[in-house]
Nanobody, 122 residues
């Protein structure tokens, strides 16, 4: 059974930085795409960024381009999301999610973490 565990959320002032971590287990990490999603109160869940572990291909939503960076440490089966220049509108629960690369691109990820709260104060 695939498991994803997020960590690194917290409270930060606008303009500050946080780094989220997603430790994955139970599946062949190198064949997967792992993404970060977020959901703010009263809003739909939205994809923030993703990375295909096999070749490092990345995706960023327009609203985080230039501010967030996704990366992976294959030796640790961990994906990171470095978030800089945070804004109050980045406040949300952040989830990591993963699946086999082709499945992720066609249907979205099947396996999800429990989420970590990020709060950005103005």
């Amino acid at each position: 059974e695939a498991q994803l565990v997020e960590s690194g959320g917290g409270l930060v002032q606008a303009g500050g930085s946080l780094r989220l971590s997603c430790e994955v287990s139970g599946f062949a990490f190198e064949y997967y795409t792992v993404g970060w999603f977020r959901q703010a109160p009263g809003k739909e869940r939205e994809e923030v960024s993703s990375i295909s572990i096999s070749d490092g291909t990345t995706y960023y939503a327009d609203f985080v381009k230039g501010r967030f960076t996704i990366s992976s440490d294959n030796a640790k089966n961990t994906v990171y999301l470095q978030m800089n220049s945070l804004k109050p509108e980045d406040t949300a629960i952040y989830y990591c999610a993963g699946d086999r690369r082709n499945y992720y691109s066609d249907y979205g990820p099947h396996f999800w973490g429990q989420g970590t709260q990020v709060t950005v104060s103005s």
